[in-house]
């Protein structure tokens, strides 16, 4: 038990990834921080990560834009269908079969 952090990698930030030096410490400082890279004046080259979610809940997160964001959590022994269907419960939708 534990927490996951989500994160992507920006493909065409790659150049400025290899050359950071210290970015194994500015990501340890940025999950460490919750997230909060702002807050705590991080600065991630390249990547860009999401609050930490807890290990036992599946997150559901959307990747585009150059952005990530999380839609919602589920269980994480849930097959796909059904953690789409609670999490869409939890945004006040429901998920139907056409």
């Avoid at 410490?25 to 460490?32: N, P, T």
């Avoid at 990530?68 to 796909?80: E, L, P, Y």
């Amino acid at each position: 038990m534990g927490l996951n952090t989500a994160a992507i990698i920006l493909n065409d930030c790659v150049h400025e990834i290899r050359t950071t030096p210290d970015l194994g410490e500015r990501l340890y400082s940025a999950i460490a921080s919750g997230g909060q890279l702002d807050r705590y004046g991080i600065h991630l080259p390249g990547i860009k990560i999401l609050d930490p979610g807890h290990s036992s809940s599946a997150q559901l997160v959307a990747v585009g834009g150059n952005t990530i964001r999380r839609i919602g959590f589920g269980d994480c022994g849930a097959g796909d269908v059904d953690l789409l269907r609670a999490v869409a419960a939890d945004l006040g939708y429901r998920l139907a079969r056409k």
